[in-house]
T-cell receptor, first 114, second 115 residues
């Protein structure tokens, strides 16, 4: 069975702090994809990143960075120098390469205070 | 990326009525679409897979007779919540996979409130 766990329900930081959102997944598939989405209050999902199971290179995009470690089945997301606009719910998700169905984690609510 | 629209964006209805939500793929012929549901302060849960020209497949625990899915064309899937009740109040989001199923293109979602 596939499962995604985001143990942090809520995180509150002060602007300019760095923050890491944790994601641990379970799957028996050898080929799979991992995602991070941002969901602002409007509800619309904003795609942040996709990683396939064969690519363990870490990625940086501006203030965002991702650390994918298959050995620990983790796909953590770090925001450097957080801003108030980063306040949102962040979801980690997993999909099988066969079906495209997404299994979402519980979500982490990030509040960045000025 | 592909563009997906949903209509309506927000709907309020009385208990016992039926509500239809449309999901359109504006620039991609989607043989498969997914419907997710998100209750307040919870995660997104897959409800069903909508297959063009054939019956939808439902996830465990989702009543197929209550949530009717029709995927009559490659650009349109509809979800009808029949005899809606207050516990059906939720955020409904559709999506379709890309060509290689590597990614998903999500609609903006529909907020349903059943009074």
């Amino acid at each position: 069975a596939q499962k995604v766990t985001q143990a942090q329900t809520e995180i509150s930081v002060v602007e300019k702090e760095d923050v890491t959102l944790d994601c641990v997944y379970e799957t028996r598939d050898t080929t799979y994809y991992l995602f991070w989405y941002k969901q602002p209050p409007s509800g619309e999902l904003v795609f942040l990143i996709r990683r396939n199971s064969f690519d363990e290179q870490n990625e940086i995009s501006g203030r965002y960075s991702w650390n994918f470690q298959k050995s620990t089945s983790s796909f953590n997301f770090t925001i450097t120098a957080s801003q108030v606009v980063d306040s949102a719910v962040y979801f980690c998700a997993l999909s099988s390469s066969n079906t495209g169905k997404l299994i979402f984690g519980q979500g982490t609510t990030l509040q960045v205070k000025p | 990326g592909a563009v997906v629209s949903q209509h309506p964006s927000r709907v309020i209805c009385k208990s016992g009525t039926s509500v239809k939500i449309e999901c359109r793929s504006l620039d991609f012929q989607a043989t498969t679409m997914f419907w997710y549901r998100q209750f307040p302060k919870q995660s997104l849960m897959l409800m069903a897979t909508s297959n063009e020209g054939s019956k939808a497949t439902y996830e465990q625990g989702v009543e197929k007779d209550k949530f009717l899915i029709n995927h009559a064309s490659l650009t349109l899937s509809t979800l009808t919540v029949t005899s809606a009740h207050p516990e059906d109040s939720s955020f409904y989001i559709c999506s379709h996979p890309g060509l290689a199923r590597e990614t998903q293109y999500f609609g903006p979602g529909t907020r349903l409130l059943v009074l």
